[in-house]
């Protein structure tokens, strides 16, 4: 129903920026709602932050806030991660999803995303 393909990541120093781009193929893109994910070597995935379906709400986790941003383009079916002021404790692969904006909010647990991409690893050096 939804595939997704992540880019942009890569590695970086500490203090760098990165901006991921997730690309959906899905025949109405503005049913769903889509967030950022991330897992860390040796732990859960995580959410780090989810837009609506519209781009009119969005969520972070505290410890990307002011630091990160989410966003979406409708018209061309893709979602973005513009990252900056990164950490090293920011490097994990980072994974893109989608949900039903039908089935839940878009803060939602990571469990409730349906469709997720292959990740893309994002590193960054102190």
């Known amino acids: 129903q939804v595939q997704l393909v992540e880019s942009g990541g890569g590695l970086v120093q500490a203090g760098g920026s990165l901006r991921l781009s997730c690309a959906a193929s899905?025949?109405?893109?503005?049913?769903?709602?889509m967030g950022w994910f991330r897992q860390a070597p040796g732990k859960e995935r995580e959410s780090v932050a989810t837009?609506?379906?519209?781009?009119?709400?969005?969520y972070y986790t505290d410890s990307v806030k002011g630091r990160f941003t989410i966003s979406r383009d409708n018209a061309k079916n893709t979602v973005f991660l513009q990252m900056n002021s990164l950490k090293p404790e920011d490097t994990a692969v980072y994974y893109c999803?989608?949900?039903?904006?039908?089935?839940?909010?878009?803060?939602?647990?990571?469990?409730?995303?349906?469709?997720w991409g292959q990740g893309t690893q994002v590193t960054v050096s102190s």
């Open positions: 999803a989608a949900k039903s904006r039908y089935s839940g909010s878009f803060n939602s647990a990571l469990t409730r995303y349906n469709y």
């Open positions: 899905v025949r109405t893109f503005s049913n769903y709602h």
């Open positions: 837009i609506s379906w519209n781009g009119g709400l969005t």
